[in-house]
């Protein structure tokens, strides 16, 4: 694709999503650099950069910071990997077979996230079946700590965001010329060295639209944080979402909370940027 075509196409959309994030953005910024209280949201009392060093210095922002950090570098990787190897499995089988898998493997994709991490925290209940594996399984009683409510958070992320990955990476090998593979074959070419030389490189692309897209919702984590958690101080789990929320509903520190907003955006264009010009010059490599 030539680099006129590609802008005159991205053009558009690039504009209104300018408008509807700078905009937003500018009032972030002017709160961040206010006081503001629900007492005084009229008259907001101007403290410069104040905001923006009190969230710098304070060590629960940085604690939000580094389990935001572990979500992404455990939930991403993971529902790639597993996403993409139950497409793989998924291709093998007949196309009856297929529907039925497929319509289990979306559940948490099509269920609201709300409830299914409701229906999620219930197997983990008193009378859960989760529950009762556990307690069978290591003779002790399953108990809700900092440990064990993290890891239901993250085993949670990577089985609420796998079948986004699945439906894509499956969508991708549907495109898979036959050719290839039957070429492939004829050479003498294991199960293996077809999807590392053949598969692999062919959904090259849709790996980083995933990565891409899941970074971002990885990034601004909040529902299932919000139920598994009952923002319990206790559990330290709090995400950079969930502790602004806190700041600015219980603590009301809306310009407070304004700022770390404003940190969490600059945070999220540090981390996709790379990757928007790796696909910018993926797409100029293809043209």
Known sequence: MKRNTFFRFASPSIIIMMLLMVIPLIMAIWLGTNYVT???IASPQFVGLR???????DPVFWRSFRFTGLYM????????IVGFTVAILLDQVSKFSRGIYL????????????????????????????????QTI??????????????????????????????TYFAGI????????????????SGWQKIRYIVIPHVRSLTIFILLISLMDAYRIFDSIFVLTRMNPIYKADTLMTYTFKTAMTVQRLGKAD????????????ILIPNL???????MRER
């Open 174 to 189: 549907q495109t898979l010329p036959i050719e290839q593979i039957e070429a492939a074959s004829i050479d003498g070419a």
């Open 138 to 167: 290591f003779d002790t009683k399953f108990l809700y700590t900092e440990i064990t409510v993290k890891a239901l958070i993250l085993f949670h992320g990577v089985w609420l965001a796998t079948p986004f990955a699945l439906v």
């Open 259 to 270: 700022a770390m907003a404003v940190l969490t955006v600059v945070g999220v264009m540090i």
């Open 277 to 283: 010009i790796q696909t910018y010059k993926e797409q």
């Open 73 to 80: 570098i455990v939930v991403v990787p993971m529902q790639i």
């Open 38 to 40: 629900y007492n005084n």
């Open 51 to 57: 905001n923006f060093i009190e969230v710098l210095e």
């Open 103 to 134: 319509s289990i493997f979306l559940l948490p994709f099509i269920i609201v996230p709300i409830v299914g991490t409701l229906m999620f925290k219930q197997l983990f209940e008193p009378s859960g079946l989760l529950r009762w594996a556990y």
